[in-house]
């Protein structure tokens, strides 16, 4: 058996033990990048060690941490509080404010999990006291955080673009961010019109009255804080966030460095406030992201992107083999984690890009919300919360089915509709 064969079936086995048991799967891949670059392609350590992306770890590093101080002292709530406020009355927007501000917590580096997290006991406490669906409401959660996980100083985004530099690929930043906030965005409003948006249009409630949503089940309850004044250190933490924007985005320095001094010179600034927030750094995302891209090197290095690019587009045409890379992405991460898969299932697409004539940015944004969109499993982190955050109008077994129902039908047509509106035209 060829070392294409052993690094594939090593990393279906990674992606099946870690779906089966609480085992994180970067801890897996270290295992299997050990295993397979000792044994089968006879590595040494320090070849299966330089694997590893410093720039990666470091940008995940900083924005979690950046993000763990904003949500320490108050600054998540205020935003959440401010565009609650904004609704002035009319429930129909309640729905798009949670997706806009989940959308907003991702773009500026919250982790997935961790924005559906906050803001999903917070989303379905309102569904439950205004009468909203709450497949609706927790959909729009889960899409809203897609929606902005792909911007360039996301989690996302960040290890997309990582991997596409260091494949040489052409830089595709806002092609693949815009593709998932357009997508994502789209299947909230179709989920609106089929949920009963259109009823929730003709009602209005008192935007005097106390606004702390109740009714959230197991796990649950978070309400949205209702003081109103604006402390010095929140607008410092917001001044923060667009100079981070600002100097990683227009002066092209590292969002890694950025990032992390934006978070050292606030916890300077309130040194007790903050003592706590490096503890709340994503670091099972850490080591799951530098276990998955330790792994993809000894893929590469084995040659199993070719080999699978090459069986895909010997199929017939390259545009078919992009259509199974998207339900692989799809289907998998239904299942797995989708910040793991990532850094897995870009270089294998590079075969395809390289002789198929397929656009690399568009290829590469179908691939990534092809694997994203489907979080709204309940097997997934995302999907998962929104679960065990129901309101206590609906019973759990029925909201499982809802959620359930509606993922099955995500992983069988999202993939095929993002491949049709992305792939195709530039084929």
Same mark, same amino acid.
């Given at each position: 058996?060829?070392?294409?064969?052993?690094?594939?079936?090593?990393?279906?086995?990674?992606?099946?033990?870690?779906?089966?048991?609480?085992?994180?799967?970067?801890?897996?891949?270290?295992?299997?990048?050990?295993?397979?670059?000792?044994?089968?392609?006879?590595?040494?350590?320090?070849?299966?060690?330089?694997?590893?992306?410093?720039?990666?770890?470091?940008?995940?590093?900083?924005?979690? +941490?950046?993000?763990?101080?904003?949500?320490?002292?108050?600054?998540?709530?205020?935003?959440?509080?401010? !565009?609650?406020?904004?609704?002035?009355?009319?429930?129909?927007?309640?729905? @798009?404010?949670?997706?806009?501000?989940?959308?907003? %917590?991702?773009?500026?580096? *919250?982790?997935?999990?961790? !924005?559906?997290?906050?803001? #999903?006991?917070?989303?379905?406490?309102?569904?439950?006291? +205004?009468?909203?669906?709450?497949?609706?409401?927790?959909?729009?959660?889960?899409?809203? *955080?897609? *929606? #902005?996980?792909?911007?360039?100083?996301?989690?996302?985004?960040?290890?997309?673009?990582?991997?596409?530099?260091?494949?040489?690929?052409?830089?595709?930043?806002?092609?693949?961010?815009?593709?998932?906030?357009?997508?994502?965005?789209?299947?909230?409003?179709?989920?609106?019109?089929?949920?009963?948006?259109?009823?929730?249009?003709?009602?209005?409630?008192?935007?005097?009255?106390?606004?702390?949503p109740t009714g959230a089940g197991a796990g649950g309850g978070t309400g949205v804080a209702v003081e109103t004044g604006v402390r010095r250190d929140q607008v410092l933490t917001l001044i923060a966030f667009v100079?981070?924007?600002?100097?990683?985005?227009?002066?092209?320095?590292?969002?890694?460095?950025?990032?992390?001094?934006?978070?050292?010179? %606030?916890?300077?600034?309130?040194?007790?406030?903050?003592?706590?927030?490096?503890?709340?750094?994503? @670091?099972?995302?850490?080591?799951?992201?530098?276990?998955?891209?330790? $792994? !993809?090197?000894? /893929?590469?290095?084995?040659?199993?992107?070719?080999?699978?690019?090459?069986?895909?587009?010997?199929?017939?045409?390259?545009?078919? =083999?992009?259509?199974?890379?998207? +339900?692989?992405?799809?289907?998998?991460?239904?299942?797995?984690?989708?910040?793991?898969?990532?850094?897995?299932?870009?270089?294998?697409?590079?075969?395809?890009? *390289?002789?198929?004539?397929?656009?690399?940015?568009?290829?590469?944004?179908?691939?990534?919300?092809?694997?994203?969109?489907?979080?709204?499993?309940?097997?997934?982190?995302? =999907?998962?919360?929104?679960?065990?955050?129901?309101?206590?109008?609906?019973?759990?077994?029925?909201? $499982?089915?809802?959620?359930?129902? +509606?993922?099955?039908?995500?992983?069988?047509?999202?993939?095929? /509709?993002?491949?049709?509106?992305?792939? /195709?035209?530039?084929?």
């Amino acid at each position: 058996m060829g070392p294409e064969w052993v690094a594939i079936i090593a990393l279906v086995a990674l992606f099946v033990v870690g779906t089966v048991l609480p085992i994180n799967m970067g801890a897996l891949a270290y295992v299997a990048a050990w295993l397979v670059g000792m044994y089968s392609l006879h590595l040494d350590e320090k070849e299966i060690l330089a694997g590893v992306s410093g720039d990666l770890i470091l940008t995940l590093i900083g924005v979690t +941490y950046l993000f763990a101080i904003a949500r320490n002292n108050g600054t998540v709530d205020l935003i959440v509080r401010s !565009a609650v406020k904004g609704v002035g009355g009319r429930v129909a927007l309640i729905p @798009w404010v949670m997706f806009a501000v989940t959308a907003l %917590l991702t773009a500026i580096g *919250a982790v997935s999990p961790a !924005a559906c997290a906050i803001i #999903g006991p917070i989303a379905l406490g309102f569904a439950g006291r +205004y009468r909203i669906s709450p497949l609706m409401m927790g959909m729009f959660v889960v899409h809203g *955080a897609q *929606a #902005g996980g792909f911007s360039p100083i996301s989690i996302y985004g960040t290890i997309t673009n990582s991997v596409m530099r260091e494949n040489d690929l052409p830089d595709s930043e806002i092609t693949i961010f815009l593709s998932s906030l357009v997508v994502n965005t789209i299947l909230a409003a179709i989920l609106f019109v089929v949920l009963g948006g259109r009823e929730l249009m003709s009602r209005r409630i008192d935007p005097t009255e106390d606004d702390e949503p109740t009714g959230a089940g197991a796990g649950g309850g978070t309400g949205v804080a209702v003081e109103t004044g604006v402390r010095r250190d929140q607008v410092l933490t917001l001044i923060a966030f667009v100079g981070v924007a600002l100097v990683s985005l227009i002066l092209d320095k590292n969002i890694g460095f950025v990032a992390i001094t934006a978070a050292v010179i %606030l916890s300077i600034l309130a040194p007790q406030q903050n003592k706590d927030t490096v503890k709340q750094i994503a @670091w099972p995302t850490v080591l799951l992201v530098a276990g998955v891209s330790t $792994y !993809a090197t000894i /893929l590469t290095t084995a040659g199993s992107p070719e080999f699978v690019g090459n069986w895909a587009a010997g199929l017939g045409a390259a545009v078919i =083999g992009a259509l199974i890379l998207c +339900y692989v992405g799809g289907v998998v991460s239904a299942f797995a984690s989708s910040t793991a898969l990532l850094p897995v299932i870009i270089p294998i697409s590079i075969p395809l890009i *390289a002789d198929g004539g397929v656009s690399a940015g568009f290829f590469v944004a179908a691939l990534a919300v092809s694997s994203t969109i489907v979080d709204v499993s309940p097997f997934s982190t995302n =999907g998962a919360l929104m679960l065990a955050n129901r309101p206590d109008t609906i019973e759990e077994q029925t909201y $499982y089915k809802q959620i359930l129902t +509606y993922s099955v039908i995500v992983v069988l047509v999202g993939p095929l /509709l993002v491949w049709t509106a992305l792939v /195709l035209p530039g084929w």
